[in-house]
């Protein structure tokens, strides 16, 4: 994506580029950029934040409700919410990037030379993308969790798996239109390997549509993170977690509604900002849906 330069002077004289890319960027990608940042800021500065452990035990303080010592309150172990949150917010994030930067690697590796060379490579690809679209998404990763075992490693290679055909599709159709391309058809003219017109003219079309599909998958990965955390197939316990925090906590749901509440409430604000964010950068990278909604 390329800036498109401001000429600005300054107090001495000398002329500063300043790229103003940022000015089409809409009201929901600046909030829902600001809104992730927040979130990511506060994983990454857990410790500094919160002055509790996040499994430090309190039994005397099990199960209290907001206050001055402990903002979101305790749980059912005395352990501080917010910390908790704040350190749970760290696999989600991890994960979820994780395995969507997975399936975007590996929807270019299969998409790519399927799109690009057709007939068999194209059909062998096909095939094997439609076993993995019968199955939702959701219970294709808890399938995979179930094989693999349970652990985040294994969290992240099962959303990511679930998570490639829609990535490998989209390579394919976009390397289908720009292999028939003028330039790429002069590329092979003049001899160029495919490897290299893949690599150098067909890639190039492929990058804008795949952050736009990376901002979209975001959440739909966070979702399936926290709900394979929430039955117990993610991080181990004692690890935070925020599906694992809602799924300890919604026994003790008549007790205190905190442990649970909150969590899910750091959840929906994290896909919300993700989705506005992704809607925001679809508007603006995407050119379809601007022509779209004049």
């Known amino acids: 994506m390329s800036a498109v330069p401001v000429s600005v ?15 089409g960027l809409s009201w929901r990608a600046l ?8 979130f990511l800021v506060a994983a990454v ?6 002055p509790y452990s996040p499994d430090a035990l309190a039994i005397g303080s099990r199960l209290e409700g907001p206050s001055a010592a402990h903002l979101l309150g305790t749980d059912q172990l005395g352990r501080d919410v917010l910390t908790r949150i704040l350190y749970g917010l760290r696999p989600s994030l991890e994960s979820g990037f ?11 590796a299969l998409g790519l030379p399927s799109g690009y060379f057709g007939s068999l490579v194209d059909t ?21 969790v179930l094989l693999l075992g349970t652990g985040e490693l294994q969290v992240i290679v099962a959303i990511g798996l679930a998570e490639v055909p829609v990535f490998s599709r989209l ?17 092979r003219a003049a001899g160029a390997s495919s490897l290299r017109i893949m690599l150098r003219h067909v890639l190039p079309f492929v990058v804008t549509p795949l952050v ?3 901002a979209i998958a975001a959440p739909q990965a966070l979702v399936a993170e926290a709900s394979l955390n929430y039955l117990g197939l993610g991080t181990h316990p004692p690890a935070p977690s925020l599906g694992a925090m809602v799924s300890e906590g919604q026994s003790f749901l008549a007790y205190a509604a905190g ?7 750091v959840i929906v604000a994290l896909v919300v900002s993700l989705t506005l964010l992704a809607d925001g950068l679809q508007d603006r990278l995407d050119p379809r849906s601007r022509i779209g909604a004049r």
């Open 9 to 23: 002077r300054d107090a001495t004289g000398p002329t500063v580029t300043v790229p103003r890319w940022w000015r």
């Open 171 to 187: 390579v394919r159709s976009i390397a289908m239109v720009a292999a028939r391309s003028d330039h790429v058809v002069a590329a």
């Open 31 to 38: 909030v829902g950029a600001g809104g992730v940042a927040a």
């Open 124 to 144: 062998v690809v096909t095939r094997v993308l439609d076993l993995l679209v019968a199955w939702p998404a959701v219970f294709l990763a808890l399938a995979i």
């Open 259 to 265: 442990p649970i509440v909150f969590p899910i409430l």
């Open 45 to 50: 500065l857990a410790g500094a934040v919160s």
């Open 212 to 214: 736009v599909q990376f």
């Open 98 to 108: 994780a395995a969507i930067m997975m399936a975007a690697v590996v929807g270019v």
